[in-house]
Nanobody
């Protein structure tokens, strides 16, 4: 089993930055890839960025150049650095981990960007 805990959300002004963290515990060796998703009110949950076991990354096209996903293996932590934030980035951000057979989710952390 894998447990995920997000942190780092909060209220920021447009143009500001936040760094989200997701710390994993449990059977870490089973994780094949991790990702950040987000869900805004009235919208479906969307994929923000992914990072594989080997360290390769992918981003949603609309976020390219503003968001950076990374991980620090020694701390079992994944990060999402968010720069030049816009009000439309307001959402609950969720940490996701995939094994070969299961998916695991954190509880989410609220990011609110004011105009």
């Amino acid at each position: 089993q894998v447990q995920l805990v997000e942190s780092g959300g909060g209220l920021v002004q447009a143009g500001g930055s936040l760094r989200l963290s997701c710390t994993a515990s449990g059977i870490i060796v089973s994780i094949a890839a991790m990702a950040w998703y987000r869900q805004a009110p009235g919208k479906q949950r969307e994929l923000v960025a992914t990072i594989t076991r080997g360290g390769s990354t992918n981003y949603a096209d609309s976020l390219k150049g503003r968001f950076t996903i990374s991980r620090e293996n020694a701390k079992n932590t994944m990060y999402l650095q968010m720069n030049s934030l816009k009000p439309e980035d307001t959402a609950v951000y969720y940490c996701n981990a995939r094994t070969w057979s299961s998916e695991f989710w954190g509880q989410g952390t609220q990011v609110t960007v004011s105009a």
